[in-house]
Every structure is written in C-alpha cells, then in structure tokens.
C-alpha cells in the first residue's frame, strides 16, 4: 500500500461561528442580531408602504383641490407605491417559502 500514502484521513471542523471562525461556538447574539435585523427589514418596508400610500392620497387631495400645478406628480406616486407594494409582497412570499422549507427539514 505505498501508492495510498498520500490519502490524508478527513476531520471534523467542528462549528463555523460568526465570520467564519471554526473555534466561535457562541451564536445566542448572532442568532438575536439576525431576528432583529429581519425584523427592522419588515418594519422598514412597512414604513415605506405606509409613507407611499400617505403621499398618494396626499397628492390624490392636491389635485381635486386644484392645488397640483404638475399632474405628472401624482402617476409618478402611484408608481411608487405600488413597487413598494410589490416588494413587500414578494418579502412575504419569499419569507412563506423559507418557512414552508424550513418545516420539511427532518431533525
């Protein structure tokens, strides 16, 4: 078996901490930073919609009012608050799935 003499035996690395560090096993605070930072993903996107929406019915006022001198300004808001619709509704899908995959996992 001389030929075989440079097979090395693989090793277990252990836990990949945070940044990659194989000797980090502590994750209670990276796991607390990451639910918070989805959570401030949520917020801010329903802050955006709500914002949006809010400048729209705004705008909506201005020209029935006769106010608006540009009425470029209000397709302009209509626009935007439906992306920021249509990403907060693509982060809920895309969260939904990860959960739905996350439940098949077998521990």
Do not use: C
């Not at 959570?39 to 919609?49: C, E, Y």
Request: no cysteine; charged share 20%.
């Amino acid at each position: 078996m001389e030929g075989a003499a440079f097979i090395v035996p693989i090793t277990p690395w252990g836990n990949i901490g945070l940044n990659g560090d194989l000797n980090q096993t502590q994750n209670a605070p990276t796991v607390n930073a990451e639910a918070s930072l989805f959570k401030d993903i949520f917020k801010n996107t329903w802050n955006q919609v709500q914002e949006t929406q809010a400048d729209v019915e705004h705008k909506q006022y201005l020209l029935s009012t006769g106010q608006l001198d540009d009425a470029h300004t209000l397709p302009i808001a209509e626009a935007k608050a439906g992306l920021a619709v249509d990403v907060m509704i693509g982060l809920r899908n895309k969260t939904l799935e990860s959960y739905n995959e996350l439940i098949k996992i077998n521990v």
